[in-house]
Nanobody, 124 residues
Framework: QVQLVESGGGLVQAGGSLTLSCADS????????MGWFRQAPGKEREFVGG????????TYADSVKGRFTISRDNAKNTVYLQMNSLKPEDTAVYYC?????????????????WGQGTQVTVSS
């Protein structure tokens, strides 16, 4: 059974960095693509980025490209979101998601399982 648990959120000043982790404690996810999404108050959930099953390919939203990096360690069943040069507009609840398939999808409906989310707040 899939159980995704995010960690690493918190409060950071603009320009700072945070690394989020998402661990699947229920099973190996080495064959599945993983995605990161975020949702700010009053806004729809949006795609941040994703990584394919092997870690050989990543996709990012334009708003985070060049600042955020996604990686994964299949031996640890963990995916990471390294966030640099954070901006106040990055403030949101961040969710990881698992897609039963090898390649990334940018639509939220393309994912089968979701974590509970972790809050990231960037102060100006």
């Amino acid at each position: 059974q899939v159980q995704l648990v995010e960690s690493g959120g918190g409060l950071v000043q603009a320009g700072g960095s945070l690394t989020l982790s998402c661990a699947d404690s229920g099973r190996s996810f080495s064959g599945d693509a993983m995605g990161w999404f975020r949702q700010a108050p009053g806004k729809e959930r949006e795609f941040v980025g994703g990584i394919n099953w092997s870690g050989s390919a990543t996709t990012y939203a334009d708003s985070v490209k060049g600042r955020f990096t996604i990686s994964r360690d299949n031996a640890k069943n963990t995916v990471y979101l390294q966030m640099n040069s954070l901006k106040p507009e990055d403030t949101a609840v961040y969710y990881c998601a698992l897609r039963r398939g090898p390649n990334v999808a940018i639509e939220s409906w393309g994912y089968n399982y979701w974590g509970q989310g972790t809050q990231v707040t960037v102060s100006s």
